[in-house]
């Protein structure tokens, strides 16, 4: 039996947060190391020509204290990252920013650490408040490199804009990309949960239908038995006391064999006439002398040809099969004898169920099961063998009998 399993939901697997991102982090030590690096390098320049500047002991502190507040912050924002959809803490940025303008507007020679602000603004605030803060932010470093001694080179004043506007333009279109494969992979988790849900549903009918066939062929069968031999019983009782307790034995032990069937199908759903290693040839002799015995109806079995094995769902479902014909036979064909006739032709095992009842006309079947339980037995048949990959035909005609023939193909290794 195969039974899919239900595939884990994606909605239980939350995503893994930015901290444990490796390229986030990567990412974070990349910016934190080239701002730590063009503020010591702008310190440098500012003490090498700046040597006896009264501003000095502001300078050191102002980027002593960049120095610590941009890594801490970065530190904190990848320890701690947003929700999905949020943005990340303004304040750090904010306080790096504040410390830095005042640091630009004493010393002009930190003006170029603004290249790390610039993208950390990007991914700190919203676009509509980000591209204004860059803005700013690349004024201010125009005006620094204006205020540097010596005279202005027009290069000087072009760069920063000209960077500004590269790293804003690139980073908004990757922000639009990220988007689009963020809706690409929701979409794709909503497809993938609704397709794990549509499978569940699937296996579920198939599990139905399969069970209601079981049933069908199994125990329904065996019930539809007991009862015709316990109305027999009824009305033989008075006149024939031996007799009536004859069809109460044999009701007794189609019970019991219903009662073994069913602990059977519990467990594994395989027949019990295929227990203990017995071959389906065995099975289906086995349960043409039953079903003489039980309803008087003379079914005698053929084999022709040499056995082949057969897998066990092959061998079941002829089973089965067989089972539910001859219930049919029994109930509905007024038949005088049926055969059951299993043939290995090579490519394919066929099992014929032919008896000489009245007949019916095959074109107009019954088109659902019918308020009393009627008309599983073909259909069911029909969806046994399309598991197989086999056919089922029906050949009779009114007051000619039926023959059913159920054929399942052979691998070639069983040829």
Same mark, same amino acid.
């Given at each position: 039996?195969?039974?899919p399993?239900?595939?884990?939901?994606?909605?239980?697997?939350?995503a893994?947060?930015a901290a444990?991102?490796?390229?986030?982090?990567?990412?974070?030590?990349?910016?934190?190391?080239a701002?730590?690096l063009l503020l010591a390098?702008s310190?440098?320049?500012y003490?090498?020509?700046?040597?006896?500047?009264?501003?000095?002991?502001?300078?050191?502190?102002?980027?002593t204290?960049?120095?610590?507040?941009?890594?801490?912050?970065?530190w904190?924002?990848?320890?701690?990252?947003?929700?999905?959809?949020?943005?990340?803490?303004?304040?750090?940025?904010?306080?790096?920013?504040?410390?830095?303008?005042?640091?630009v507007?004493?010393?002009p020679?930190?003006a170029?650490?603004?290249?790390?602000?610039?993208y950390t603004?990007l991914?700190t605030?919203?676009?509509?408040?980000?591209?204004p @803060?860059?803005? &700013? !932010?690349?004024? +201010?470093?125009?005006?620094?490199? /204006?205020?540097l001694p010596?005279?202005v080179?027009?290069? %000087?004043?072009?760069?920063?804009?000209a960077v500004?506007?590269l790293?804003?333009?690139?980073?908004?279109?990757m922000?639009?990309?990220?988007?689009?494969?963020?809706?690409?992979i929701?979409d794709?988790?909503?497809?993938r949960?609704?397709?794990?849900a549509?499978?569940?549903?699937?296996g579920?009918?198939?599990?139905?239908?399969?069970?209601?066939?079981?049933?069908h062929?199994?125990?329904?069968?065996?019930?539809s038995?007991?009862?015709?031999?316990?109305?027999?019983?009824?009305?033989?009782?008075?006149?024939?006391?031996?007799?009536?307790r004859?069809?109460?034995?044999t009701?007794?032990?189609?019970?019991?064999?219903?009662?073994a069937?069913a602990?059977?199908?519990?467990?594994d759903?395989?027949?019990?006439?295929?227990a203990?290693g017995?071959? @389906?040839?065995q &099975? !289906?002799?086995? +349960?043409?002398?039953?079903?003489? /015995?039980e309803?008087?109806?003379p079914?005698?079995?053929? %084999?022709?040809?040499?056995?082949?094995?057969l897998?066990?769902?092959a061998?079941?479902?002829l089973?089965?099969?067989a089972?539910?014909?001859?219930?049919?036979v029994r109930?509905?064909?007024?038949?005088?004898?049926?055969?059951?006739?299993?043939?290995?032709?090579?490519?394919?095992?066929?099992?014929?169920?032919?008896?000489?009842?009245?007949g019916?006309t095959?074109?107009?079947?019954?088109?659902?099961?019918?308020?009393?339980?009627?008309?599983?037995?073909?259909?069911a048949m029909?969806?046994?063998?399309?598991?197989?990959?086999?056919?089922?035909?029906?050949?009779s005609?009114?007051?000619?009998g039926?023959v059913v023939?159920?054929?399942v193909?052979?691998t070639?290794?069983?040829?």
């Amino acid at each position: 039996m195969h039974h899919p399993g239900p595939l884990p939901s994606p909605s239980a697997r939350p995503a893994p947060p930015a901290a444990l991102d490796p390229d986030a982090g990567r990412l974070a030590v990349l910016l934190d190391s080239a701002f730590l690096l063009l503020l010591a390098t702008s310190l440098s320049r500012y003490l090498t020509h700046h040597p006896d500047n009264p501003r000095i002991p502001w300078v050191l502190a102002l980027s002593t204290a960049l120095a610590v507040v941009q890594p801490v912050g970065s530190w904190l924002a990848h320890r701690r990252p947003p929700a999905p959809g949020q943005r990340r803490r303004p304040w750090p940025l904010a306080v790096v920013t504040v410390l830095w303008v005042v640091l630009v507007l004493l010393a002009p020679s930190f003006a170029w650490c603004a290249v790390p602000l610039v993208y950390t603004a990007l991914r700190t605030l919203p676009t509509p408040a980000a591209i204004p @803060l860059v803005a &700013a !932010l690349t004024l +201010l470093v125009v005006v620094g490199e /204006a205020r540097l001694p010596g005279p202005v080179d027009a290069n %000087l004043l072009l760069l920063p804009p000209a960077v500004a506007a590269l790293a804003t333009g690139v980073f908004l279109y990757m922000e639009r990309q990220a988007e689009r494969q963020r809706a690409l992979i929701a979409d794709l988790v909503r497809t993938r949960r609704e397709l794990a849900a549509t499978e569940r549903r699937e296996g579920t009918l198939a599990e139905r239908e399969r069970l209601a066939m079981e049933i069908h062929d199994t125990l329904a069968q065996g019930l539809s038995s007991q009862q015709m031999l316990l109305q027999a019983a009824d009305r033989t009782w008075d006149g024939d006391q031996a007799t009536a307790r004859g069809h109460v034995r044999t009701a007794a032990e189609v019970a019991a064999r219903n009662l073994a069937e069913a602990r059977r199908f519990v467990h594994d759903l395989a027949p019990a006439e295929l227990a203990d290693g017995r071959t @389906l040839e065995q &099975a !289906l002799r086995s +349960l043409a002398e039953r079903e003489s /015995a039980e309803s008087g109806l003379p079914v005698r079995f053929h %084999l022709d040809g040499a056995p082949v094995p057969l897998p066990a769902a092959a061998q079941s479902a002829l089973l089965r099969i067989a089972q539910g014909a001859l219930a049919n036979v029994r109930e509905h064909a007024g038949a005088s004898a049926a055969a059951l006739t299993l043939s290995f032709l090579g490519d394919q095992a066929v099992l014929d169920i032919a008896d000489d009842g009245r007949g019916f006309t095959p074109s107009t079947p019954p088109a659902a099961p019918s308020a009393a339980g009627r008309g599983h037995g073909l259909p069911a048949m029909r969806a046994r063998l399309r598991q197989l990959g086999g056919t089922l035909t029906v050949e009779s005609a009114p007051g000619e009998g039926t023959v059913v023939s159920a054929a399942v193909p052979l691998t070639p290794d069983r040829r």
